[in-house]
């Protein structure tokens, strides 16, 4: 249950006043009750009934104000609880790290929203209904036993239809889920790739793309809601033709028979109202819950997931052996290298090179631990490491040809969010060449979208300052400067390879004589022959 996630003072409190809030069925039926039977008695009294109406009144306005209560703590569940499961979610999304991002968008965004209007708002009314239910029965238990039995025995067949039509909707809250994560990844594929459609002038088949998924989803999510729609109508026809009409029947013919006064069969309809409609909308709001199976799935999965807090920062690094490493992929089995074997020393400049599509990515996600090697082994300090990525990744910090960068600060883009002292986030900023930088615009300037505020090579330069601030021995460089102009790649080279702090290991395929004169060693990975300085 979705409220398992709120705070348990708040919902017990809800569950205080939510009583109340059903309370006040009973209490104006039963003063309608009274009220009709001061006036069909033959009594003249007005006064009577004057002071009943003002009781009525006062009364009124006593559950008006707990009202206003019960809502204030029904949308700070709503809220808490929604925190926690975007929390959860975030969390889960991003340590798995997942380079397909449209199920992770369509979760945080639409599907989100979801479960909080079709679940837990539903669970929350489910707890109102259901109490309501409870009290309007009893009372009216207590006023007609024999009306109530004939209400209760009426509500077989909405709850009959509500059986029928819930695995129904369920199947097409599913279709609609699938449609609107596909929907979700085109708006952000149109929107990431509007340069290039306006570049060949064809913004108009990209934005067909992307409204051709919104129609599938559009429809899906017509199906659904039309089904939700059809089962409810058919819910509630079947509550008036046997929750109603007959039973007001069999009442009338009792009135008739003098075994029921006119207050008491019009409490009785009123309450029926309050035990039939609650019966009703708790079918409905199931439905409703119903519905959200498919992205609840998802997020109990994210409640679920442990995250691990790994912030070891290793020891003095003692060299890495590569050893005999070869590598297949499990899709289908193509060997992409075999054979490997590397050994880097403590500050040791290495560069890797082999033509493009050699597989030297790869090489380096073995490193990390994020692939299983088929054959061989790395070893760091002695310890076996492959495929190990808890064990692994601390040891490197990682430089991308295109590095990301978050719409914020760039003080926040440099430490992540990390909180270092001045004196270390100063030390990173000068040895990664960006003092100029940031005396010109401050650490509190924002970088813009993708960086788009900042050069290619002030981009890289923040992603050299965030592995140096990692203090992790080893950097790897992923063709870290191929897209940049050979003046800038040659600045850059030297900012990583004249620290004598990290041992780098650089991939790449192109790089000019002088910047590969800067490594210790260059190892040509597609002849398995190593160069080393003289």
């Known amino acids: ?40 008695s033959g009594s003249h009294d007005y006064m009577h009934l004057v002071r009943l109406a003002i009781l009525t009144g006062l009364g009124q306005l006593c559950f008006m104000a707990s009202n206003f209560v019960y809502e204030t703590v029904k949308m700070t569940i709503v809220r808490d609880v929604n925190m926690v499961f975007k929390r959860a979610n975030l969390t889960y999304l991003v340590d798995q790290g997942n380079p397909d991002i449209k199920n992770g968008l369509s979760l945080l965004t639409n599907d989100l929203k979801q479960i909080e209007t079709n679940r837990v708002n539903a669970q929350l009314d489910m707890i109102l209904q259901g109490l309501t239910f409870i009290g309007a029965i009893s009372f009216a238990f207590y006023s007609s036993w024999q009306m109530t039995v004939v209400f209760v025995v009426a509500m077989i067949v909405p709850a009959l239809i509500q059986m029928i039509t819930s695995s129904v909707i369920t199947k097409k809250s599913k279709i609609w889920a699938a449609k609107n994560a596909i929907y979700t990844q085109n708006v952000s594929d149109s929107l990431n790739g509007a340069q290039s459609a306006k570049l ?18 559009e429809n899906a999510l017509r199906k ?10 058919l819910i509630y026809s079947a509550a008036e033709l046997f929750c109603f009409i007959i039973p007001c029947t069999i009442g009338g013919i009792l009135m008739m028979q003098g075994q029921l006064e006119v207050g008491t069969l019009v409490m009785m309809v009123d309450l029926a109202m309050n035990f039939i409609t609650p019966v009703v909308t708790l079918f409905n709001e199931f439905n409703q819950v119903k519905s959200t199976v ?14 691990k807090h790994n912030k070891h920062i290793p020891g003095d690094f003692e060299g890495m052996q590569i050893r005999d490493l070869s590598y297949v992929t499990h899709k289908d089995k193509k060997r992409i290298f075999e054979n490997v074997n590397l050994d ?35 070893i760091i300090n002695r310890k076996n490491v492959s495929g190990n990525w808890e064990k692994a990744h601390n040891f490197y910090s990682y430089v991308n040809q295109k590095p990301f960068m978050f719409d914020d ?39 813009g979208e993708g960086g788009n505020n900042l050069s290619g090579g002030q981009i890289q330069r923040v992603e050299i300052a965030r592995a140096l601030l990692s203090q992790r021995p080893i950097l790897l460089a992923d063709e870290a400067t191929s897209a940049l102009d050979p003046n800038l790649s040659l600045a850059i080279h030297k900012t990583l390879l004249e620290n004598p702090k990290i041992a780098v290991i650089e991939v790449a395929h192109k790089i000019s004589e002088k910047e590969k004169s800067m490594f210790d060693k260059i190892v040509h990975l597609d002849k398995h022959r190593i160069e080393t300085k003289m």
């Open 1 to 40: 249950m979705s409220l398992k996630y709120a705070k348990k003072s708040q919902v017990v409190l809800f569950t205080i006043l939510a009583a109340i809030k059903a309370c006040n069925i009973v209490f104006v039926a039963y003063m309608i009750k009274i009220m009709l039977n001061v006036a069909s």
């Open 200 to 217: 060949y002038n064809v913004q108009e088949d990209i934005v067909s793309r992307a409204i051709n998924a919104a129609r599938n989803m």
């Open 224 to 233: 659904m809601s039309l089904t939700q729609a059809w089962a409810l109508e």
């Open 294 to 307: 498919p992205m609840w799935e998802k997020t109990k999965k994210a409640l679920n997931y442990t995250f």
């Open 344 to 378: 880097v020393q403590p500050g040791e400049k290495v560069l890797l090179m082999a033509p493009s599509g050699w597989g030297k990515t790869t090489l380096l996600r073995l490193m990390l631990g994020l692939k299983k090697p088929k054959n061989g082994e790395i």
């Open 409 to 447: 600060t760039l003080r926040f883009n440099i430490t992540l969010g990390r909180k270092v002292s001045d004196k270390e986030l100063q030390a990173a900023i000068k040895e990664a060449g960006l003092e100029d930088l940031v005396k010109e615009h401050g650490l509190d300037s924002n970088v």
